[in-house]
């Protein structure tokens, strides 16, 4: 059984990760087995991220903040707020914004796992770590 609080063992850690628009909170990782890693994630307010998961599935649930998500290949925009989910289910790029005035909570699953020290190349995408 892995046992973990975010404000005991988490923050401040290696396993807290600040990438200047983001910071992401790596709660689980590939070294843990599960087959997925799990992250508390926030978007900083007003930040526009334009991200491309090439070599990870991603499902994102927001549990505060408000935001929307852009869709490069459909050119459709969806709100976030609290309550939505979004699945990037074909590897989808796309913009995820924080609305002006808010900063966007998100607990984000990524599948194969991330390591932990990743961050976003040019692309917007993580480099595929194996362990």
Known sequence: MIVRNLYDD????EADVDG???????????KDGMGFSFHDTII?????????YKNHLEAVY????????YD???GITHPIREG???????????????????????VC??????TGRETH???GSYTLVKE
């Open 10 to 13: 988490i923050i401040g850690t």
């Open 20 to 30: 200047g628009q983001w910071v992401s909170r790596r709660l689980l990782l590939g």
């Open 44 to 52: 900083k307010e007003g930040e526009i991220c334009h991200f491309w």
């Open 62 to 69: 927001c549990i505060a903040g408000e935001g929307e998500i």
């Open 72 to 74: 490069k290949a459909t």
């Open 84 to 106: 939505t989910i979004y699945a990037l289910n074909e590897h989808d790029r796309h913009i995820l914004s924080a609305n002006k005035g808010t900063e966007l909570r998100l």
């Open 109 to 114: 699953a990524f599948n194969p796992p991330v």
């Open 121 to 123: 190349d040019e692309d």
